[in-house]
């Protein structure tokens, strides 16, 4: 089991289920090969799920990824078949004994809605401002970039409520790609599903588990051509693909997915085709 990983004390957090359209989520693979792993709603939705990772060393405690949040309307919920409670994050922290006041660090993947929708709430004037009032986030420049200056086949996943409140609090950290957060915590970088999304991993020696992010959002996307429709650039996710998942297998990574309804991470090593899965983290509901 997936506890520790050298000082720093491992909890996968879920906030929530949602849905989004199977064909999007696999892009040109047919339907007929993918239905058989991801089932589908009478809407083409297959179910995922709002998976964070919180990292804590007794001093400093790290989110990754903070889920939808708590600020989405019912036209919202309906659309996504979102199910969560009313104060998803908050709620998931409270059970394993934190408030959002002892956050140090919140780290983005990326800025799209279903990551960084829980960063921020409403006040009672109906203002968006930070949930983790004493914490820094993290999120790169380019990723900064592309989120406030989004292109048409993008625009529709940054919602800047989600963002734009972090910066104006003076809470949020703008780094460079490839950076060391804390002593050892660090950040991997790709680009095909948006510009400078960053894995995070946390690595001790040769213990290491990576939150895959959207470059492997689902445990089907292991097989390297599966490639989701929302990327930006299919042909750089399928380079990025193929030299991450070859050094996971070589290094022995724990790969954890954000959005797999049925496991929430793996081991793997080189199989016939893609990869073959060594050993397994189920799902633990926990909201």
């Not at 956050?103 to 809605?113: A, E, K, N």
Request: with cysteine.
């Amino acid at each position: 089991m997936l506890n520790n990983i050298g000082k720093w004390k491992v909890t996968i957090l879920e906030t929530g289920d949602f849905r989004l359209d199977g064909g999007a989520m696999m892009g040109s693979v047919p339907k007929v090969l993918w239905e058989k792993t991801n089932p589908t709603d009478k809407f083409n939705r297959i179910q995922m799920v709002l998976r964070c990772l919180l990292l804590d060393d007794g001093v400093n405690r790290v989110l990754v990824d903070t889920g939808l949040g708590s600020k989405v309307n019912q036209k919202f919920n309906s659309f996504f078949h979102i199910v969560q409670s009313e104060n998803p994050l908050k709620g998931v922290l409270k059970k394993v004994g934190l408030l959002p006041e002892d956050i140090t660090h919140v780290i983005f993947s990326h800025l799209h809605f279903d990551h960084s929708g829980g960063a921020t709430e409403f006040n009672e004037d109906g203002q968006p401002v930070p949930v983790f009032s004493n914490a820094e986030y993290f999120i790169t420049e380019s990723q900064w970039k592309q989120a406030n200056h989004p292109n048409s086949r993008d625009q529709a996943s940054f919602i800047k409520d989600d963002f734009l409140p972090l910066q104006e609090a003076g809470l949020l950290q703008l780094i460079p790609e490839n950076s060391t957060i804390i002593n050892g915590i660090s950040t991997y970088c790709v680009h095909g599903h948006t510009c400078g999304q960053q894995l995070v991993q946390v690595k001790d020696g040769d213990h290491c588990i990576i939150y895959c992010g959207d470059l492997i959002p689902l445990k089907s996307h292991l097989q390297i051509p599966w490639i989701m429709g929302y990327d930006l650039n299919a042909l750089l996710t399928l380079d990025e693909k193929t030299q991450f998942l070859a050094q996971a297998a070589d290094e022995n990574w724990w790969l954890m997915f954000d959005h797999d309804p049925d496991t929430a991470a793996v081991k793997i090593k080189q199989g016939k085709k893609y990869y073959d899965i060594v050993d397994e983290v189920l799902r633990k509901v926990n909201y």
